[in-house]
């Protein structure tokens, strides 16, 4: 081979190597993250979501990047974070929150949607049926609502002697409304007064605690809402230092401190969504994959933070439980 022509060779693979290279990372599918709170505390359900995406042959920064979007509990700003994910053209959304469900669903009718949400997606108009989503939009979905009246319960068996509770509700929530309707209604039928508490933003919680405190109910409920999921820490913080019994929804209230949480593991929602999404970019349908639910509800409970409270745990609540933290 003649020396020019070998030059001519080796100048043309180093064009090319780039050239090759630009094209596989653009052919790389790109998931579009969207989600209504912050990433503090959403850490484990992140990695549960990446276990999904494993387990469907996806793994972030090898063959699928992920865009995270947070919208960090200011719901107006979900509009245009989602349009930038659309025109970026991802190859599946995935919208972790239901606020986050409803933007995605108003910005795309084409880009595959995958959520997680707690509340009925039926009911929220994300799809038409659990079995047959038809559409793009498919996920999975936790029912936490619908256990409202089964925290109001809980909260009787608690204290049984209580005659007045408190629920908080995030009012920016699309389904605080029914929560309030289920809760009043399950406190009618305990014959319980019940005072409804609200919140949307990080300072109105410290107000609604301390008006726990001043219409002196006994035990306080929290709804469940991607905004509160954000505040478990300070929730725990606020209910110790007004000493004021709690039920949450979600395990990680306890870790921090509170009471009882009683609802869906979210870890394994979010894997499920995850798996979800890596189906689809292996070429399933969004219509063609039902609509999942976590069927796993667990009780915890925290006795440390019990005997801080003063409070006596019911055998028959501790017998329930399927954790119990000392």
């Excluded at 990433?39 to 979501?49: H, L």
């Excluded at 039926?122 to 989503?133: K, Y």
């Excluded at 110790?240 to 009471?259: S, W």
Aim: charged fraction near 20%.
């Amino acid at each position: 081979m003649r020396r020019r022509d070998f030059i001519k060779r080796i100048a043309g693979s180093a064009i090319a190597w780039p050239l090759a290279a630009r094209a596989q990372q653009a052919t790389k599918p790109v998931i579009g993250f969207l989600n209504g709170s912050s990433p503090d505390g959403y850490a484990p359900n992140v990695a549960a979501f990446r276990q999904g995406l494993k387990e469907a042959g996806y793994i972030e920064g090898q063959n699928v990047a992920i865009e995270y979007r947070w919208a960090e509990g200011h719901f107006d700003r979900l509009p245009a974070m989602a349009a930038d994910l659309v025109r970026r053209q991802v190859s599946v959304i995935a919208a972790t929150s239901t606020p986050a469900n409803l933007i995605a669903k108003k910005a795309t009718s084409i880009i595959p949607i995958v959520f997680t949400t707690g509340d009925d997606p039926v009911q929220l108009g994300l799809v038409t049926s659990l079995a047959r989503p038809g559409g793009n939009i498919t996920g999975v979905t936790q029912l936490s609502a619908e256990l409202v009246p089964k925290r109001i319960q809980l909260a009787h068996e608690l204290v049984p002697t209580a005659s007045v509770i408190a629920l908080l509700v995030n009012p920016a929530d699309p389904t605080s409304n029914f929560e309030e309707r289920d809760a009043l209604a399950a406190a009618h039928t305990l014959g319980l007064q019940l005072h409804i508490l609200r919140a949307s933003t990080k300072g109105e919680l410290d107000d609604a605690f301390a008006a726990v405190h001043q219409i002196q109910a006994a035990i306080l409920v929290i709804a469940n809402s991607v905004l509160f999921n954000s505040y478990i820490e300070q929730m725990a913080a606020l209910a110790n230092r007004y000493l004021l019994p709690t039920i949450y929804t979600y395990r990680h209230f306890v870790a921090a401190g509170g009471l009882i949480s009683y609802g869906a593991e979210l870890t394994e929602s979010y894997r499920l969504a995850g798996g979800y999404t890596g189906r689809i970019l292996n070429g399933e349908k969004p219509a063609d994959l039902p609509v999942q639910q976590a069927t796993k509800v667990e009780l915890l409970i925290n006795l440390k933070t019990a005997k801080a409270l003063r409070l006596t745990i019911p055998v028959t609540l501790l017998g329930r439980a399927e954790e119990v933290i000392e």
